[in-house]
Each structure stands twice: as structure tokens, then as C-alpha cells.
């Protein structure tokens, strides 16, 4: 089951969103997460979510190496909407999540599912639904760093296709796939805009090869 134009506005997104905490996944506006649903408790939530709005929130814990059941999360996650879901014959669920729009999560509920609930305020990230209209972000050096980066982890991209995506499907494309920590996930997702993700975004790709190889220079 598939669903084309996803793009909510603020008014169509819950006030009290059911949240998925993943360590390590990253979801931003425009981009598509697919996820695999095996436990018990998000088989529920998501299930629930296509019975209502469809909408879930990914949000990171705060301490990557914290395995309990209920860790503690960082405040912002971003809400998406299933646009595509696939129940298997084992039981679990395929689903693919696209961004629609960051959220504070202003408090969490009382438990009234087995799946955790938060209060969630869009307010603060509304420009998330503003598609880039103009190239706002250096895309010279956006370009150039990530040729490097292609090149360094022997990787094959069409950078004239990524190209020719508006600067804010680009960088938060780039974001959520390059092989970034946790904490560095977190700091792409809360940068304020589309060009502070971007400086962001080149920065941590600059320092990742020369971290890699102290000899390389990336111009």
C-alpha cells in the first residue's frame, strides 16, 4: 500500500503523536525513512497510525548506549507520514515514513498504550513546510565535498541528479543518508535552516575524511 503527496499542513498533524525512539535514524522534511516493524508495541502503534492520521514521530534517546525499554529522548524529532506499508507473512511490518515537519515534544503522556506518546509543538519549525524556492545553500562547496566523500568511501553517485534537487531536498536528502553518529544526527536535525544544515553538513563530511586520512586536504 502506497500514499502519493504526503506533505501535510500543521493543522493535519496530531498534537499528541505516537513516537518511534530509533538510536541512530534521522528523519527530515522530504525525506523517506523505511523502517522494518517487528515489536510487538510499534506493530501496534503503527497499525493505530493507519487506522487515524498515518502520522509518527522518529526521535533519537539522548544516550545511545542506553538499551532499556524506556530510554530518556532528546526534546525534537520530526513527525512523517507512512507513505507506503507492507504487512509480511512473518508478522512484521514494512513501512516507509516521509518527513513532513519537526516537533518539540513538549511533554510525554501517561502511558495509555503499550507504544510511548508525546505532546509534540510544530510552531517553531512552521518554515519546515516552505519548499526551497531559490538555491540558497553554496552548492560549489557542497559539490566538492561530497565528490571527495564519494570518492573516499568508494561510493557511485549521479551528482547531476542530486543536483538538480531544490537545496532543501538535497542537504536533508544528504543528511539522513551519509554514515553520521547519533549526536551528529541530532545536531543536523536541529539546525535552525536548510543553509545552517548545509554548513553543518559540510563540515561533518570534511572532518570525517581528514579523521579518516590525516593527509587528505579537501578543497
Excluded at 499528541?16 to 502503534?45: C, H, K, S, W
Aim: with cysteine.
Amino acid at each position: 500500500m502506497s500514499d502519493q503527496g504526503t506533505t501535510s499542513g500543521l493543522d493535519e498533524l496530531p498534537t499528541i503523536l505516537p513516537v518511534f525512539p530509533l538510536t541512530g535514524a534521522l528523519l527530515l522534511t522530504t525525506g523517506q525513512l523505511p523502517l522494518n516493524i517487528f515489536e510487538p508495541r510499534y506493530l501496534d502503534m503503527v497499525r493505530d497510525a493507519m487506522e487515524t492520521h498515518r502520522v509518527i514521530g522518529i526521535i533519537q534517546p539522548k544516550d545511545p548506549e542506553d538499551v532499556s525499554h524506556e530510554p530518556d529522548l532528546y526534546t525534537i524529532g520530526c513527525a512523517g507520514k507512512i507513505c507506503e506499508f507492507s504487512e509480511q507473512q512473518n508478522g512484521t511490518i514494512h513501512i516507509t515514513v516521509e518527513g513532513v515537519c519537526r516537533f518539540r515534544m513538549e511533554d510525554e503522556l501517561d502511558r495509555l498504550t503499550k507504544y510511548r506518546q508525546v505532546q509534540a509543538d510544530y510552531s517553531p519549525f512552521q518554515h519546515d513546510l516552505i519548499s526551497a524556492t531559490e538555491r540558497s545553500v553554496d552548492r560549489d562547496a557542497l559539490q566538492s565535498v561530497l565528490k571527495h566523500f564519494l570518492e573516499f568511501e568508494n561510493e557511485e553517485e549521479d551528482w547531476e541528479a542530486l543536483n538538480n534537487l531544490a537545496d532543501d531536498n538535497l542537504v536533508n536528502s544528504l543528511s539522513m543518508i551519509c554514515p553520521f553518529s547519533p549526536a551528529e544526527k541530532q545536531a543536523l536535525l536541529e539546525a535552525e535552516n536548510v543553509i545552517a544544515r548545509a554548513e553543518l553538513l559540510i563540515s561533518l563530511l570534511t572532518m570525517m575524511m581528514q579523521q579518516s586520512s590525516p593527509n587528505r586536504t579537501v578543497q
